[in-house]
């Protein structure tokens, strides 16, 4: 976990692979955990910390999470994510498409998705059918590899595992995500899928916030954004 910003209402933080936001059925201490005993000891607080969850990341995505140290900021900051005023930016590394090259110019995607609770996975389809969702994304070229490429994906909707399985439909797999179609999995049970950015206006004070996550420690993420600032 590393902190990118702080002030006394709100608190946003780089989430590694690997870790939970909230506790689920493993019982694995959680990213919330890890905050709250970072505010205890900072701030010297006895008893409880109040943090609150406004959005949560999938485990082995890693990148940008956006806590509320006060209800106030809380109840603000969910009705922003709910009603889509959080601009979060991902970056993800995925397979070439030699038969199709990714264009440079942003490309929209529109699938109905549904959701298959007991596998865990969501599904892309090209109409509506029955429970379906509309999921729309927009990505674009930041840089090409030998192997792999790297996308910029802005949401415009919020579904589960959206970006997975959109581009996974497109055929564009996330490298490591082995759920969504990839060969094989990423040494550290990661998948190369990034919360880049997020901006905001602060939930109390109003200012605008603009923060960005470090890469990963993976020398693919490092060599794809060179090419990427060369380009």
């Not at 406004?54 to 109840?75: E, I, N, Q, Y």
């Not at 581009?167 to 094989?184: E, F």
Request: aromatic letters at 6%.
């Amino acid at each position: 976990m590393q902190v990118v910003y702080e002030d006394n209402h709100i608190i946003i933080v780089a989430k590694r692979s690997g870790e939970i936001v909230q506790g689920d059925k493993t019982g694995d201490t959680t990213l919330g955990d890890a905050v709250k005993d970072y505010l205890k000891e900072k701030y010297h607080k006895p008893g409880n910390v109040f943090l609150g969850v406004a959005h949560r990341l999938d485990r082995p995505v890693s990148g940008l999470v956006v806590f509320a140290r006060t209800s106030k900021a809380l109840t603000r900051l969910c009705r922003m994510f709910a009603e889509g005023k959080v601009h979060k930016t991902y970056w993800a590394i995925t397979a070439l498409t030699p038969d199709k090259p990714c264009p440079a110019e942003p490309v929209l995607l529109t699938h109905w998705l549904t959701r298959n609770e007991k596998q865990n996975k969501a599904y892309a389809h090209d109409r509506e059918v029955p429970g379906a969702k509309k999921a729309e994304l927009c990505y674009r070229l930041l840089a090409r590899g030998y192997r792999y490429q790297l996308l910029e994906v802005q949401l415009m909707t919020g579904r589960h595992h959206q970006i997975r399985c959109q581009l996974a439909a497109a055929g564009m797999p996330i490298r490591g995500d082995l759920k969504y179609g990839a060969p094989r999995s990423n040494p550290d049970g990661s998948i190369s899928l990034l919360a880049r950015r997020v901006e905001l206006v602060h939930p109390v004070s109003g200012k605008d916030i603009v923060v960005e996550a470090p890469l990963p420690d993976d020398p693919l993420w490092r060599a794809l954004d060179e090419l990427r600032v060369k380009n």
